[in-house]
């Protein structure tokens, strides 16, 4: 298939081009990639549905502000290569951004094509054709190294291995510092390993990504948990020059409420973490086990609460209810993964709420009192607040359940480095520009700084601290 010179009528004449996907009934037995790509002809027709706009509004929603015509037009000349590069001049990890950003709320949202449809799912397929630049390179083996500058001498400790560690380390590296990252667990790659389900985010992405920063020289070491390990203070003892602290968000929430304390509940973190990291879903071969239940409630309605409830469906579940206080306009999960979710059989029970959970006498979970909830007020959030109906309360029959209703941010850095200041969310205060946090030589970015945020975000604030890291060891300040 050929670019042709097309209209701008013609263009929008172009429907968007769906992306193959597995079928729902086969999907739900494997733990394999849900969409399956574009090929270059399904590309080539998306591309050309880009109207090359001066002023780009999709760049400005893009928070590492990828140059997103530019990227398109080489897929339209077929100068993948030349895409690719374009692309990872801001974004080190566009395999998994194409796959995993909100674009309908970030790039996709302000996109002219969108607009003149009026509708967010008709904009051009920018994460998909992002997806397509980055799996054209992976197919082609390892990434080339980027240029290294000669040593300067200067040591940077990266604390955590999710998105923003891995761009800090990245962009530090690049200016010739010598880069250790400290990862508290035995794999690296923070919520892009231990969270996001290998169905939506196959691991050997985010591995390589991890090895190609391996070849450039940064060295990455498990099993260190930085505030138990050694503190950031003996961080500098040992010779570092500066510290990024990007060690996410990974405290569970729980509802507090009756029964919480049951065998079979779990936290999204735990079960998520089982599954994936700890491969659950091959109890005995792997050590690590995990409840497999036949009626499943999961609580909340976020991109957690999806992963969690497409998991329990993987792992064998009969029946998954997603039971959710608010109703599907107020979910916060991306749309793609509430469609999914659906297809694959999880039960939305909307306007609900967990009030209670009952258990057996040997403390097993078995059932979970819920009420009726309607819509009252819009709340501090903007998003209208769920009140109870009285007397509606009714009982699911489950064997286990997966509390989802977020996560705070982790707190051995700030507990165990005193002179890092915190808010009273806990979240690391950083500088926006420059993600200087109130210790000297100490920079913070991420789920840590954000709260519970995105992976786009996460690596955005790492861009801009490993900046500032490298103007601090510059400037001789240090
Ligand atoms: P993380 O990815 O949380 O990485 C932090 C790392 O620091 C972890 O590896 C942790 O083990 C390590 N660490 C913690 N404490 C220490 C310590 N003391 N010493 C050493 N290491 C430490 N975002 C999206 O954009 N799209 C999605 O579809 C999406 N889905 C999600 C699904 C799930 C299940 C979850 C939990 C999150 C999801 N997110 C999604 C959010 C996104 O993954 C996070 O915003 C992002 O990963 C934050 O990056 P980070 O680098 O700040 O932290
Ligand atoms: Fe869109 Fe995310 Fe890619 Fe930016 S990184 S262009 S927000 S998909
Ligand atoms: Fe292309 Fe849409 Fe961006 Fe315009 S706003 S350049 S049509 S992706």
């Excluded at 501090?380 to 209703?405: H, K």
């Excluded at 840590?448 to 604030?461: H, P």
């Amino acid at each position: 298939m050929e670019a042709k010179n097309l209209t701008t009528k013609e263009r929008l004449q172009i429907p968007p081009v769906a992306m193959p996907e597995q079928d729902p009934r086969e999907r739900v037995r494997n733990v394999s990639e849900v969409p399956i790509g574009y090929d270059a002809a399904m590309a080539l027709t998306e591309s050309q549905r880009c109207l090359q706009c001066k002023n780009a509004p999709c760049v400005k929603g893009c928070p590492v502000e990828i140059d997103i015509p530019a990227f398109i037009k080489a897929i339209v000349e077929g100068k993948y290569r030349d895409s690719i590069n374009k692309i990872k001049e801001t974004n080190i990890l566009p395999a998994v951004c194409g796959r995993v950003c909100p674009q309908e709320e970030q790039c996709q949202k302000g996109c002219v094509v969108g607009k003149a449809h009026k509708d967010v799912d008709k904009a051009v397929q920018i994460g998909k054709l992002e997806r397509f630049a980055a799996d054209w390179e992976m197919e082609r083996g390892e990434a080339e190294v980027p240029v290294i500058k000669a040593s300067t001498g200067k040591r940077v400790a990266v604390v955590g291995s999710g998105p923003a560690g891995l761009t800090v380390a990245a962009d530090v590296r690049r200016e010739g510092h010598e880069v250790t990252v400290f990862e508290a667990l035995h794999r690296p790659g923070g919520v892009l390993i231990y969270g996001i389900p290998e169905f939506r985010l196959p691991k050997r992405i985010v591995m390589r990504e991890v090895r190609n920063l391996e070849r450039m020289g940064v060295t990455v070491r498990t099993n260190y948990v930085v505030g138990k390990t050694a503190t950031i203070d003996e961080l500098f003892d040992e010779g570092f020059d500066a510290v990024f602290v990007a060690t996410g968000a990974g405290l569970p929430l729980f509802m507090r409420i009756p029964g919480e304390n049951l065998n079979g509940v779990y936290s999204a973190n735990e079960y998520l973490t089982r599954a994936n990291l700890m491969a659950a879903y091959s109890f005995p071969e792997s050590d690590t086990p995990i409840a497999r239940a036949r009626n499943v409630a999961v609580f909340g309605g976020g991109n957690v609460a999806m992963d969690a409830a497409r998991t329990a469906l993987r792992l064998g579940a009969e029946n998954v209810y997603l039971i959710y206080r608010r109703s599907k306009a107020e979910m916060p999960a991306r749309v793609e993964e509430v469609h999914h979710a659906e297809q694959e059989g999880v039960q939305m029970m909307l306007l609900q709420n967990p009030i209670r959970l009952i258990g057996d006498d040997d403390g097993w979970v078995r059932e979970v009192e819920c009420i009726k909830m309607e819509l009252g007020e819009p709340d501090a959030s903007g998003r209208r607040r769920p009140v109870p109906i009285e007397g509606s309360e009714f009982r699911v029959a489950i064997d286990a359940c997966i509390v989802a209703i977020g996560n705070a941010s982790n707190p051995l850095v700030p507990a165990t480095t005193p002179d890092i200041a915190v808010n009273k969310w806990g979240n690391i205060v950083a500088d926006e520009e420059t993600l200087k946090t109130s210790k000297k030589g100490v920079y913070a970015g991420g789920d840590i700084v954000l709260g519970a945020a995105t992976v786009i975000l996460a690596m955005g604030q790492g861009r801009k601290a490993a900046h500032a890291i490298n103007e601090f060891l510059a400037s001789g300040a240090w």
